[in-house]
């Protein structure tokens, strides 16, 4: 795993413990790892809509939330 370094100002820093307590992560650097993970997933799901939009309509199985569901959880 590699590791990085990032300074910020103090205002931003009282804004990010802030977030963090909010979201319930533990620690500075899980909720920034969170951050980047969805910013890398929604990169992946604007290819898939942009691939989906000219293709044909393929109708969601009927059970795509609970697909969604199982998904995040696996995530987490």
Do not use: H
Not at 9 to 38: F, V
Not at 48 to 58: D, H, M, N, S
């Amino acid at each position: 795993m590699s590791t990085i370094t990032v300074a910020i100002p103090d205002p931003l820093d009282l804004t990010l413990s802030d977030r963090m307590n909010d979201t319930g992560a533990r620690s500075k650097e899980e909720y920034l790892l969170g951050l980047i993970e969805a910013d890398c997933a929604a990169g992946g799901l604007e290819r898939v809509l942009a691939e989906r939009l000219a293709g044909p309509f393929v109708p969601l199985p009927a059970d795509w939330q609970d697909q969604v569901r199982q998904a995040a959880r696996a995530r987490a």
